[in-house]
């Protein structure tokens, strides 16, 4: 009787635990229905021809607490831990990124790359910050309502060149000097357009001035260029005497977290450029690509699925009125016409012919994960409000489903190589 007795009340204790801890193991739940969710969800945005982090951002609102309400995010006590693995997800995009990064290309088109590039952040950021003073009114320089619109206007500076990549690769035009130029000002507009942002977020720092972030921005830079030159110089050795090892995909990352710490820590810039800088220095490794397809797996598997999810499971809807949605379409629309205005004209500039400059301008104007990287961080700022994920979206949507359309549609009627121009004159020549 006695170990009967003492039986049960050691189950009934085992019991009693497992019920006080249950919330722990939920976690598990989650995460197995943001991936189960996220996976289909894109897969169907594929198969639909849009990119499938906007499937798996749409997985977040239908099993967050917009839809389904499956999967708890604010409040909930899972949480913080789905937010810090969402923070990694960022970092390791960032990573592989800059580990993308071609140096030689951007060497070789680099000047008028980079001035297309300046002119596709300015334009968009002044258009956006505009934007937003019009519909919620006009702010002074260093007030909070000044911010705010700035952080609007640094949202549309970012462009995501991979649709068009796609696009231009299906048409055969993705190596001539059209494409190539379009590939090089993405990249140096993604960085120009993440020291923007850095400078912004900065600067809401009330206790720290505008000279005191340019300071510590250069001198990020300056720490970034002389330890980039000792680490890869190291990774250079370590890579030719164990090449297409994991020791070195396990050092990079170790060096992409340990610069995102850093670039926080010490320099106040934000850790997502530090990863990224971390994948610049590591582009030019034999094993870069190597390095890549290992940050991948980590990405595809968990980390980007529970980042992208998390954007829907952040998105909130329930103050979502007439005049947020003229906000969105406006938000798309000034977004997209002024990356033509900002790159095509300059393009036009720099003797791009019209029919050129127009590609380049189209071909500049989609986003995607920068985009959206970039309004995450100014939403855990406090610089943006949830609800304007929708407008984020929505672009995402709009610029991956036009571009490829309008892009065909100038190359059907001016390919490179035709001597017939948009006047009737003869404005350009064939492109070797």
């Not at 702010?139 to 619109?149: I, K, L, N």
């Not at 926080?264 to 800088?277: K, L, N, P, Q």
């Amino acid at each position: 009787m006695n170990t009967f007795a003492l039986s049960t009340g050691f189950l009934s204790e085992i019991f009693t635990k497992a019920s006080d801890n249950s919330a722990a193991y939920t976690v598990f739940r989650d995460l197995t229905i943001i991936i189960i969710a996220a996976k289909i969800c894109g897969m169907i945005a594929q198969k639909l021809r849009a990119p499938a982090v906007v499937g798996q951002i749409i997985a977040g609102l239908i099993i967050g607490p917009c839809l389904l309400n499956l999967v708890g995010f604010e409040g909930d006590p899972n949480g913080l831990f789905i937010t810090k693995m969402a923070e990694i997800g960022v970092v390791l995009l960032m990573f592989s990124a800059g580990l993308g990064t071609d140096l030689k290309q951007l060497v070789r088109t680099g000047f008028k790359a980079t001035l297309i590039a300046c002119a596709g952040v300015f334009v968009p950021l002044v258009g956006g910050t505009v934007l937003f003073m019009c519909f919620y009114g006009f702010s002074g320089w260093g007030t909070e309502g000044f911010f705010r619109a700035a952080f609007i206007g640094c949202i549309m500076t970012a462009t995501s060149v991979s649709i068009t990549v796609a696009a231009l690769k299906e048409m055969g035009h993705l190596k001539g000097s059209v494409g190539t130029t379009i590939m090089s000002a993405a990249i140096i507009d993604d960085v120009i357009g993440i020291m923007v942002f850095t400078f912004v977020i900065s600067l809401t720092d009330k206790s720290t001035s505008a000279l005191a972030v340019v300071i510590k921005t250069l001198l990020f830079f300056v720490f970034a260029v002389v330890a980039g030159f000792l680490v890869y110089k190291a990774f250079k050795a370590i890579d030719k005497r164990y090449p297409h090892t994991r020791r070195v995909p396990i050092a990079g990352l170790a060096l992409c977290f340990g610069f995102a710490y850093v670039a926080e820590r010490f320099f106040g810039i934000a850790d997502i450029t530090g990863a990224y800088v971390a994948g610049i220095i590591l582009c030019s490794l034999e094993d870069s690509d190597y390095i890549e397809r290992k940050m991948d797996i980590n990405s595809y598997m968990l980390f980007g699925p529970i980042f992208f999810a998390s954007i829907g499971l952040k998105t909130d809807i329930s103050d979502f009125d007439v005049s947020l949605i003229w906000f969105c379409l406006a938000f798309v629309l000034v977004a997209l016409v002024t990356k033509v205005i900002g790159c095509g004209f300059t393009a036009k500039l720099l003797k791009f012919n019209n029919a050129d400059s127009l590609k380049i301008g189209v071909g500049m104007m989609t986003r995607g994960e920068v985009a959206l990287v970039v309004a995450q961080k100014g939403l855990a700022a406090g610089l943006v409000k949830s609800k304007y994920f929708t407008a984020v979206i929505l672009l995402i949507i709009v610029s991956s489903v036009v571009v490829p359309i309008i892009l065909k549609a100038i190359y059907s009627k001016y390919p490179d190589g035709d001597y017939k121009a948009l006047g009737g004159k003869k404005i350009f020549k064939l492109n070797k």
